[in-house]
């Protein structure tokens, strides 16, 4: 079968969790309040004020992480590259990690004090790594990989630090809070998640001929033209900011920028002109089906998402290294 249809099968699937989820829980919700004004009260809050909005969410942040993994994975040319390969993640942790020791509770443009934290040390860590790849006057894959290491266990011995010295409630809510959640009320972040995950997207959409070459390595990519340098600056900015946003509302969740785009890989190939679309609609789908289980599972205890996720993620992150690589490609 062809790779277009793939995708639309993908994006079928994707589409169907996405409005099926909303009805699924502790409290049934039937399809008709979608449209049924007299429907129960309740049920109708439950839908669109809780349920809905944080499916959307659990969507928008599965596809941002997934084709976030499928940018790096091209960057890289490394099969285990993965959102937070850069230290993203640990950054955007220490920073909501600081603001829950801190006490801080204020909120702005929609976000909380948390959440804004967690934005800052997303943004230290993206600079952090910039700034030390600079340092060694390139911009080489390795220089960037030993910069990303080198932030994320540094922020990793800050987390432990402010968890050390914290109070037992604070210690809770930061243990919590690493391992990620979508739990909302309302449209607000879902929104402001959605406009850095659109501009990351649209922004690998317009350099997708561009991910090809890269994938083939940079000798080649230069020899056909292409400023590798000046692209690998604009996708990492791009991406890592994108990965900050969606990290500083929903947490660190792992794994599905790992797993997503070798699952489509597998299934469609390389061409990223296909293999964009589909990581991006199959990680939104795979987020909603998790976080789904994730709060049915053990009802009414609710697991947090980055369970999971996590769970899957290990033994696939195995198979993926023990794989035997059958035509000497790094990514494939």
Not at 30 to 44: F, I
Not at 183 to 208: E, M
Not at 292 to 319: K, M, N, Q
Request: glycine share 10%; net charge positive.
């Amino acid at each position: 079968m062809s790779a277009r249809f793939w995708v639309i099968l993908i994006v079928i699937g994707s589409l169907l969790s996405l409005l099926l989820a909303p009805t699924i829980g502790g409290t049934d919700v039937p399809l008709q309040t979608l449209w049924n004004a007299s429907s129960d009260e309740t049920s109708r809050m439950i839908f669109w004020d809780i349920r809905l909005p944080r499916a959307v969410l659990a969507w928008v942040a599965g596809a941002g992480l997934a084709v976030a993994g499928m940018a790096f994975q091209a960057m890289f040319r490394n099969a285990l590259a993965t959102p937070f390969t850069l230290g993203v993640s640990s950054g955007a942790s220490m920073g909501a990690t600081l603001g829950i020791r801190l006490g801080l509770s204020f909120s702005l443009l929609g976000l909380s004090a948390t959440s804004l934290c967690a934005m800052l040390g997303a943004l230290l860590a993206i600079s952090l790594v910039y700034g030390l790849t600079r340092l060694n006057h390139t911009f080489s894959n390795a220089a960037m990989l030993l910069a990303g290491v080198a932030v994320n266990f540094f922020f990793s011995s800050i987390i432990l630090l402010i968890q050390y010295t914290s109070n037992y409630y604070d210690t809770f809510r930061i243990l919590r809070w690493l391992m990620g959640g979508l739990q909302l009320i309302g449209f607000d972040s879902t929104v402001q998640v959605l406009i850095f995950v659109a501009i990351g997207v649209l922004v690998l959409a317009y350099f997708i001929h561009e991910l090809n070459l890269l994938t083939l390595g940079s000798e080649l990519a230069m020899s056909r033209g292409l400023h590798v340098q000046r692209l690998k600056t604009i996708l990492f900015l791009t991406v890592s900011i994108m990965v900050g946003a969606i990290v500083a509302v929903c947490g660190p969740i792992g794994f599905i920028g790992l797993m997503v785009p070798h699952i489509c890989r597998l299934i469609i190939g390389s061409d990223h002109r296909h293999l964009l679309p589909a990581v991006a609609f199959f990680g939104g789908g795979f987020l909603v089906v998790c976080d789904t289980l994730a709060r049915t599972i053990f009802f009414p205890t609710e697991l947090p998402v980055g369970i999971i996720t996590s769970f899957l993620g290990g033994p696939f992150f195995l198979w993926l290294l023990l794989r035997p690589n059958k035509n000497g490609s790094v990514i494939v």
